[in-house]
C-alpha cells in the first residue's frame, strides 16, 4: 500500500487500471502511461504528482462556475443529510418542483415544462420520445420519422445514436432506430474557413430539410433535433440565419424542432440558452451538463406548454399515467440541491454576463493561432473555440490527439475530437487564463510536425 499526494490509499493501482473499463478512451495509450487527476478548484485541477492543470475544457463542457465551488458542496452535503432519495414515481420533495419553476422562469417564452433525467444521452432519448407520443396523442400517429443532422452528437442512447451523425459514434451497433434520416452538415471551410462567429455562407443549407420533406412526406416526419451549434463534432457553428430557416420550414410542415443544448445552455454564449442567443425558440430543449456545474449527473428536457397539455387531454378521468416514461433517479433530491446551488451562483456572480464580455477577446487571442503550422481552420462563438488541423498522411487524428498529450505535460487540458482542437473555458475565465491557453497552445502546435 502506497499513498498518493491526494493523501488517500492507493491500492494497485495496476490493478485498477486492468479492471476499469474506460469510456471513448484509447485505454492502451491511457493505461501505458495514465493520466491521473486528484483534486480541482476554480479553474485548475491538481495532478496526482501535485502540478496544477488549467482547465480548457469546463471538465466537459460542464463546468460553468469553476471547480470545487463551496455552495455546491455543501448545499448538497445538507440535503443528503436531510432526505437522500424519494421515489420519482407517483411522488415528490419540494427542490425538484423548485427546480423546474426556477428553469421555467429562465427559459424562451412557452418552454415553461420541465421533465428531469440524469445526463445528456438520457435528455435526448427522453426528447425524441416526447415528440413521437406527442404525436400520436393529437391524432398524428403516421408522424413517426426523427431528422438528426449529418455529424451530430446526441449522446450515446439508442435515440441518440440514431439521430446522431458521427461514423465512429455509430459504427457496430447494429442498424439503429428506423425511420431516421439526417439532414447535410453546415461545415464547409472552403468558404468559411477562419470565421468569427456565425458564418455568413450557407443559410440556404437549412432547405435541405425540404429535400427531406420532399423524399418522405411531411405527415411522416415527427421532429428535427439539432445542436444550435455542433459541439463534440469541432465547435460547427451554424451560418447566420441557419436555425431561424430551420424553424420556418418546421412551422411549415408541422415538424416540431427540439434543441439539444446538452453544452450550450446555462451561460456558454454568454446567454442563458443558445435559443436566447440566436433568437430562435424550439418546441422540446434538452439540457444537462452546466446544470449542476457537473458536480452531480442530471439533465432535463424542457418543452412547450401544449406539448405537455395533449398528454393531460388523453385521459378526462385523471388518474391514468400520461407518459409511460421516466428513470428511478429522475429529479434526485440531491441533483436539485447541486442545480438550484449553481443556478445560485449563475446569477449572483453574472457569470452569463461575464462570458458575453470575456468572448471578444477570448475569439481575438484563438484567433491569433492563424498561420501555425498544420492549421487549417478556426471557429468560434461565444466561449467556444476549435482550432482544426491538418490531418498526417495516413494517420488521422494522430497530430491533434499529440497535442493533447504535450499541452497537458505544460499544464494546459484541452479537448480533441479528430484532428479538432476544441476550447470551451469556464465562465468564470480571466483574460490571463485564455492568454495560457493561447500561449501553450502556440508553443505546442510550432513544435508538432
Not at 411549415?252 to 433568437?279: N, Q, S
Not at 434526485?332 to 447541486?338: K, W
Amino acid at each position: 500500500m502506497t499513498r498518493r499526494s491526494d493523501g488517500g490509499a492507493a491500492a494497485d493501482i495496476a490493478a485498477g487500471l486492468e479492471c476499469y473499463w474506460m469510456p471513448f478512451t484509447a485505454s492502451r495509450q491511457f493505461k501505458s502511461a495514465p493520466r491521473i487527476l486528484v483534486g480541482a478548484q476554480g479553474m485548475h485541477y491538481v495532478r496526482d504528482d501535485g502540478a496544477r492543470v488549467l482547465d480548457a475544457t469546463s471538465g466537459m463542457w460542464c463546468v460553468m462556475a469553476g471547480h470545487g465551488r463551496a455552495e455546491i458542496a455543501q448545499a448538497v452535503g445538507a440535503q443528503l443529510a436531510r432526505l437522500d432519495y424519494v421515489p420519482a414515481f407517483q411522488m415528490g420533495h419540494p427542490g425538484v418542483f423548485d427546480l423546474a419553476a426556477r428553469l421555467a422562469s429562465m427559459l424562451p417564452e412557452g418552454l415553461d415544462r420541465v421533465f428531469f433525467t440524469n445526463s445528456g444521452s438520457e435528455s435526448v432519448d427522453t426528447a425524441l420520445k416526447i415528440a413521437l407520443a406527442y404525436q400520436q396523442a393529437r391524432g398524428q400517429a403516421q408522424r413517426f420519422r426523427l431528422i438528426g443532422r449529418e455529424r451530430a452528437y446526441h449522446g450515446v442512447g439508442f435515440g441518440g445514436l440514431s439521430v446522431g451523425g458521427i461514423a465512429n459514434n455509430r459504427r457496430g451497433f447494429g442498424p439503429l432506430l428506423p425511420g431516421v434520416d439526417h439532414l447535410r452538415h453546415t461545415h464547409d471551410p472552403a468558404r468559411n474557413a477562419f470565421s468569427r462567429g456565425e458564418p455568413e455562407w450557407g443559410a440556404h443549407l437549412a432547405d435541405d430539410l425540404e429535400r427531406i420533406v420532399a423524399l418522405h412526406g411531411a405527415s411522416t416526419i415527427a421532429a428535427l433535433i439539432v445542436e444550435p451549434f455542433a459541439g463534440s463534432a469541432g465547435v460547427l457553428v451554424p451560418p447566420k440565419g441557419y436555425l431561424r430557416r430551420l424553424r420556418e420550414i418546421c412551422d411549415r410542415h408541422g415538424i416540431l424542432l427540439v434543441f439539444d443544448e446538452v453544452i450550450t445552455a446555462f451561460g456558454r454564449l454568454g446567454t442563458a440558452f443558445a435559443a436566447d442567443y440566436f433568437g430562435v425558440t424550439p418546441d422540446i430543449m434538452t439540457m444537462a451538463k452546466g446544470i449542476t456545474n457537473g458536480s452531480v449527473p442530471m439533465g432535463a428536457v424542457a418543452v412547450r406548454r401544449e406539448i405537455h397539455d395533449a398528454f393531460l387531454a388523453t385521459d378526462a378521468s385523471g388518474t391514468t399515467i400520461e407518459f409511460f416514461h421516466g428513470y428511478t433517479y429522475s429529479g434526485h433530491p440531491v441533483a436539485c440541491a447541486a442545480a438550484l446551488a449553481a443556478l445560485d451562483i449563475y446569477r449572483d456572480e453574472g457569470l452569463f454576463e461575464r462570458a458575453r464580455a470575456l468572448a471578444p477577446y477570448f475569439e481575438d487571442a484563438v484567433h491569433s493561432l492563424e498561420g501555425l503550422p498544420a492549421v487549417i481552420d478556426i471557429r468560434n462563438i461565444g466561449l467556444a473555440a476549435a482550432v482544426e488541423l491538418e490531418p498526417r498522411k495516413d494517420r488521422p487524428f494522430e497530430r491533434a490527439f499529440e497535442a493533447y498529450l504535450r499541452c497537458f505535460e505544460a499544464g494546459v487540458l484541452i479537448r480533441v475530437t479528430g484532428d479538432t482542437i476544441a476550447l470551451s473555458p469556464p465562465l468564470v475565465a480571466g483574460r490571463e487564463h485564455v492568454d495560457e491557453i493561447v500561449d501553450v497552445l502556440k508553443k505546442t502546435l510550432k513544435n508538432i510536425n
